[in-house]
């Protein structure tokens, strides 16, 4: 069944011998190209960021996500409009440019930010051509009051985030990441073709709407656990990661100095606590 990100397809079913005609609903992905737009020296510039693969729908959260993660802003009011750039269209008639304009006195440093990189719907570190482009722009506070979520709970998390990935029930070739509060209820789900594009969607939607609080909060991830997720989190003082995939030794060592929790391989009753063991609690009623 088509729904919103995704297409139908005619395609042939084969079981064992017998093949036959039918349709398969398939993950949309086209490019997005991201501008923007900003003050300096008495005239407005736009200069083009960056190209994103992703799954269209919710292209504002991504790109405000993106910006807050990559450190281009720290807070909702740099961003004065996100607007359809020309008539680009895509193949599904989507809009594929958006133009960003920052508030006056937000500028952007592209030669210190270097931030002219393409970036491919399965990593999100992709076309950085050095270390000190994915090193994090500032040091923010990752609060160690909490969250404090309860051993048992971790072992529900991939339950309650499968029945609420709509996308992926439809067409199995989507990520999810999502928002959840400490006793597990879910504040707030996306899911897009790209792993980091889904935690930028994520982030975008909850920092814009005032909706994060990483005191009492955490996130979860559908896919690998690397250093973009991590420096992600980082940079919006997250301070606790569950994922139902692996860490790399590089996200790992993130976390560690930012004293994130991590916790990754979630199966039935079994996941590993990578870093930050003490978030999580062996009282049931906490």
């Known amino acids: 069944m088509k729904t919103d990100g995704s297409v139908d397809y005619e395609i042939h079913r084969v079981d064992g011998l017998i093949r036959e005609a039918s349709s398969d609903c398939v993950s949309i992905e086209e490019p997005l190209e991201i501008v923007i737009r900003y003050f300096k020296d008495n005239e407005w510039i736009n200069e083009p960021l960056m190209v994103t693969m992703r799954t269209p729908g919710d292209d504002k959260s991504l790109v405000s996500g993106l910006l807050f993660s990559e450190g281009i802003i720290q807070d909702k009011s740099a961003i004065d409009a996100i607007e359809v750039n020309g008539s680009n269209k895509g193949k599904y008639d989507v809009d594929n440019s958006l133009i960003v304009t920052l508030s006056k006195g937000n500028q952007l440093d592209l030669k210190n930010l270097q931030r002219h990189f393409m970036v491919n719907s399965s990593c999100g570190v992709?076309?950085?051509?050095?270390?000190?482009?994915?090193?994090?722009?500032?040091?923010?506070?990752?609060?160690?009051?909490?969250?404090?979520?309860?051993?048992?709970?971790?072992?529900?998390?991939?339950?309650?985030?499968?029945?609420?990935?709509?996308?992926?029930?439809?067409?199995?070739?989507?990520?999810?990441?999502?928002?959840?509060?400490?006793?597990?209820?879910?504040?707030?789900?996306?899911?897009?073709?790209?792993?980091?594009?889904?935690?930028?969607?994520?982030?975008?939607?909850?920092?814009?709407?005032?909706?994060?609080?990483?005191?009492?909060?955490?996130?979860?991830?559908?896919?690998?656990?690397?250093?973009?997720?991590?420096?992600?989190?980082?940079?919006?003082?997250?301070?606790?990661?569950?994922?139902?995939?692996?860490?790399?030794s590089l996200a790992l060592d993130l976390a560690t100095k930012f004293d994130i929790t991590l916790i990754g391989f979630i199966k039935k009753n079994k996941y590993n606590i990578y870093t930050g063991n003490w978030r999580i609690s062996e009282n049931f009623g906490e």
């Open 126 to 248: 992709c076309g950085k051509g050095t270390l000190n482009a994915i090193e994090i722009a500032y040091e923010p506070n990752i609060s160690k009051e909490g969250p404090i979520v309860s051993i048992d709970l971790i072992n529900k998390l991939p339950n309650i985030l499968k029945e609420k990935q709509k996308q992926f029930a439809n067409t199995g070739g989507v990520h999810a990441s999502a928002l959840l509060s400490e006793r597990g209820e879910l504040l707030h789900i996306a899911e897009d073709v790209g792993r980091h594009n889904a935690l930028d969607k994520l982030i975008g939607h909850v920092r814009c709407n005032d909706m994060l609080k990483p005191i009492e909060q955490f996130v979860m991830c559908s896919g690998r656990l690397g250093f973009d997720i991590i420096q992600k989190a980082v940079m919006s003082g997250i301070g606790m990661i569950v994922g139902i995939g692996a860490p790399t």
